[in-house]
């Protein structure tokens, strides 16, 4: 699954070597909104790169995919970012192999029905 989600580069970590062949970094976006939310994502391997031509303050748009894992009866959940790009732009930086999903309009879900036709019974 491909999400994308726009934010201000809040904070930049390190690339951490988790092993002698593995690496991640990190780095967290705020969101905009009456409730802004500061959500942290996960760069690995050749990605690790990616987030290297931003800086903090720097509005982005971030791709990504959700992974998740159990290990001893706990539950995790990381969102794999894979491309960075400067909010409002279409071409950036991305991993290698990774290309982004193509731009769609949404379905009409009304099928032709006036905006405010709403059959719910509150």
Known sequence: MNFEIEGTLHKKYDIESKSSS????EFV?????TYPQFVKFQLTQDKCGVIDRFNEGDRVK??????GREWQGKY?????AWRVDAAGQTQGMTAPGR??????????FNNGLPNDFDDLPF
């Open 76 to 80: 995790f959940t990381n969102l794999n």
């Open 29 to 33: 976006i705020a969101t905009e909104g």
């Open 62 to 67: 971030v791709s990504f995919d959700l992974r």
């Open 99 to 108: 290309e982004a999903p193509p731009v769609t309009e949404a379905p009409d």
């Open 22 to 25: 593995f690496q991640t970094r």
